[in-house]
């Protein structure tokens, strides 16, 4: 006969896979609309990175605008994944099912990775230091690493004797 603790703690993780796919499903669509915007924004760009100098004082504000919003959407999900990943590793889910959530954070970390790189690649040949955009890029490698790093396994990284 199975405790009522078990089902209760099963019932907890279903929940919160559940509502953390749901929740992931929203953010990918927000990127994805958000990455629609900023390559429409740079349509004008044949090669890159283009020169700001070269543009309609009209396309070089439509691009800063679309830009500001991509960079600070990246700023915010980094500073949500990264207080994500640390609640999952703290709950008291069993060691496969937290693996189970960390991957699919990872899942969408990489997907949104992909979009968050135009912010590197579509950009002026010449732009301004942006010290929040590198903080945010640095933590955002950080967390990726520490979900790898806990599905994979601490046992498993350290040497069989």
Known sequence: MSSPAPAASSAAFDKARTGLWASL?????TIYAAEKEFRAA??????LPFSATSLEPQQLFEYQ??????????????TQLDSLVK????????????KQLLLMILGYMDIAATVFE??????????????????????????RSFARLNIRGLPNLLPRL
């Open 25 to 29: 499903q929203k953010h990918l669509q």
């Open 87 to 98: 609640a999952v590793r703290l709950k008291s889910y069993e060691e496969d099912e937290k």
């Open 118 to 143: 135009l912010l590197d690649t579509h950009r002026p040949s010449k732009l301004d230091k942006d010290e929040e955009l590198e903080e945010a890029s640095a933590r955002f490698e950080r967390v």
């Open 42 to 47: 740079t349509a004008f760009a044949t090669t």
């Open 65 to 78: 605008q679309h830009r500001a919003v991509l960079r600070d959407l990246f700023v915010d999900e980094t």
